[in-house]
């Protein structure tokens, strides 16, 4: 007999709060594989499956749209290496793109930690000038008529 799992019972194994199995339900990115006469849902181990590589997924830096479309990769008929691979490699170009401007944050935060410890007139806050000065800096890259969106 094959196991089957509630809703409450499903979200317990795959270490999920029961909102987060409706919230995947509304997207489409799950469905129970039954209903009883009460209308309460049953999912199978295949479910199960499913959940815990939607939530593998998503904590990779998927967007629940990448994990549809790997999702429906997986479940076609035919071998979606190819397709997997160029969202992988999308995936991985943003993953970098962030981390670019995660550097950019930490450069800003260690150079106004290293203010604070300036000597400074009473009322006077080295660190919150030196934020205004980066902000002047960045909005006048941001309006340079030759700088591209995307490019630094």
Wanted: aromatic share 6%; hydrophobic share 35%; glycine share 6%.
């Amino acid at each position: 007999m094959e196991t089957t799992y509630t809703i409450g019972r499903l979200a317990e194994a795959a270490a999920v709060p029961v909102s987060t199995v409706r919230y995947y339900e509304h997207r489409g990115l799950l469905e129970p594989d039954r209903r009883t006469h009460a209308r309460y849902r049953i999912y199978t181990a295949e479910g199960l499956k499913r959940l815990r590589f939607i939530k593998s997924a998503q904590s990779s830096g998927f967007t629940l749209k990448d994990i549809r479309l790997l999702l429906d990769l997986r479940d076609g008929a035919a071998d979606p290496c190819g397709e997997v691979r160029a969202v992988v490699a999308n995936r991985l170009a943003h993953v970098g793109t962030q981390l670019r401007e995660l550097r950019r944050v930490e450069r800003v935060l260690r150079e106004t930690l290293a203010w604070c410890d300036e000597p400074r007139a009473r009322g006077c806050c080295p660190a919150i000038e030196g934020l205004e000065t980066a902000a002047s800096r960045v909005t006048r890259r941001e309006k340079s008529p030759t700088r591209r969106k995307g490019s630094r």
